[in-house]
C-alpha cells in the first residue's frame, strides 16, 4: 500500500485552468487505487496500512479468487479495501484556492502497487 500526496498535481492544474470558483473533482482511473481526503502525516499513513490490511488481508480467501485465471493477479483484496476509501472527491475552489482545513491532504492510496498510476483532475465551474 502506496500513499501519494496529490496536492501539487491538483494545484497546477487548477492553476493552469485559471478557474476562480468552482469545484475540482478528483478521480482515480483504477479500481484498486483510492482517493481521500485527510493528513498527509507518516504515521497516519502507517497505520492507515494496517487498518486495512486488517479489513482486507491479501491471504484471505475470496469469492473473487475462486474463479481466478493464471493471467490475473491476485488482488481481490485491493478491490475491496478501495470500495472501503472510494474512488473520488470534490474540493471547492473559491479565489482560485482549494477549501481545504489546515491539515487536510488529498492523497492517492494504491492498494495494489506500487505501479504508475492514473488520476483525473477536473475544474468546474
Known amino acids: 500500500i502506496t500513499l501519494v500526496d496529490l496536492m501539487p498535481h491538483i494545484r ?3 492553476a493552469a485552468s485559471g478557474l476562480r470558483d468552482g469545484s475540482v473533482n478528483i478521480i482515480s482511473r483504477h479500481t484498486t ?3 481521500t481526503i485527510n493528513e498527509w502525516e507518516s504515521r497516519l499513513a502507517r497505520d492507515l496500512k494496517s487498518w486495512l490490511l486488517q479489513l482486507a488481508p ?3 480467501r475470496s469469492a473473487a479468487l475462486e474463479a481466478w485465471r493464471a493471467q490475473e493477479p491476485i488482488n481481490a483484496h485491493s478491490h475491496l479495501a478501495c470500495m472501503l476509501l472510494g474512488s473520488s472527491e ?3 475552489c473559491v ?3 482549494l477549501v481545504l482545513g489546515q491539515w487536510q491532504s488529498v492523497m492517492l492510496v494504491d492498494l495494489d502497487g506500487p505501479r504508475a498510476r492514473t ?3 477536473q475544474c468546474l465551474g
Open 12 to 14: 497546477r492544474v487548477l
Open 119 to 121: 488520476v483525473g483532475i
Open 95 to 97: 479565489g482560485g484556492e
Open 58 to 60: 491479501p491471504d484471505d
Open 90 to 92: 470534490c474540493v471547492p
Open 33 to 35: 487505487t483510492a482517493i
